[in-house]
């Protein structure tokens, strides 16, 4: 027997060994791959992935999204404050199944590709606007009734400690997406202050405004970006609307020509 046969075919059990190994990291990764896209089939409910793309969404949740009037406000109505601060406010959907467990997926599940159905939606309802801003002029509605996209699109930065304990920003998904869908850049002008506390408590508009208000800042060098520009400002969920009435203001006194609220849900 060749005494060096064993050692020959050492390194080659090693190497099929080594083979096996990787082979079955690549399976395992593109299993874990494939699961962070389609985690559990359609984004909302759950069902099977195949009717799901490309939206994330089963046919049954894509045709049960709540989409609410163009150019009304929620009822909630915050954005009676907001109306001095934004040239128009565009609010998607309202916050109901299937939008809630959506939101509530990218928000504190981790699941990013949440924010694609959901940007989709707001890109559809901005278009939405615009065709029905052209058509209200062509019918001699006079120039109040314009709107056009934004030119550049600024998310509400979340504060940096919460970002750190969600890991991660989900503003910063959801603004990427829309960005795809509506061929305008992203600026990230603003950063906070402080944290804010949330809002879901029993506060007047007036407090919560206060507690916001110069909660955000514009960056070194994001004034000349802003300055004379319509600015999109992007947010998931507008409630009392002084979160993003406060942003506007920051980005008003940076010198932003207008500002517009893009949102994906709110009450009403
Ligand atoms: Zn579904």
Not at 23 to 35: I, N, T, V, Y
Not at 125 to 134: L, M, N, P, T
Not at 157 to 164: A, C, D, I, Q, S
Request: proline share 6%.
């Amino acid at each position: 027997m060749d005494p060096t046969h064993g050692r020959a075919h050492a390194p080659r059990r090693w190497q099929a060994r080594a083979r096996a190994l990787v082979e079955a990291a690549l399976r395992a990764f593109c299993g874990e791959a494939r699961a962070l896209l389609f985690p559990q089939g359609c984004l909302a409910c759950d069902a099977p992935a195949a009717a799901a793309w490309p939206s994330g969404l089963c046919g049954g949740c894509g045709a049960a999204l709540p989409w609410r009037p163009i150019g009304s406000a929620p009822a909630e109505a915050p954005l009676e404050v907001g109306r001095r601060r934004f040239a128009a406010v565009v609010v998607a959907l309202r916050y109901q199944p299937p939008v809630d467990e959506l939101v509530l997926r990218l928000k504190y599940g981790g699941l990013a590709v949440a924010a694609r159905p959901l940007a989709q939606a707001l890109a559809a309802a901005v278009e939405r606007a615009e065709q029905q801003a052209q058509q209200a002029i062509a019918a001699g509605a006079g120039e109040g009734a314009s709107f056009a996209r934004p030119d550049l699109l600024v998310p509400i930065p979340m504060h940096p400690w919460k970002r750190l304990v969600r890991g991660g920003d989900h503003a910063d998904e959801l603004v990427e997406e829309l960005s795809a869908c509506l061929g305008r850049p992203v600026e990230r002008l603003l950063k906070r202050r402080r944290a804010t506390v949330a809002q879901g408590g029993a506060r007047s508009l007036r407090e919560r405004i206060e507690q916001v208000h110069r909660a955000f800042a514009v960056r070194a060098g994001g004034a000349a970006r802003a300055r004379g520009r319509h600015i999109g400002l992007v947010d998931d969920v507008v409630t009392s609307g002084a979160t993003a009435a406060a942003a506007a203001f920051a980005l008003h006194r940076a010198g932003a020509a207008t500002v517009s609220l893009l949102a994906v849900a709110g009450n009403g």
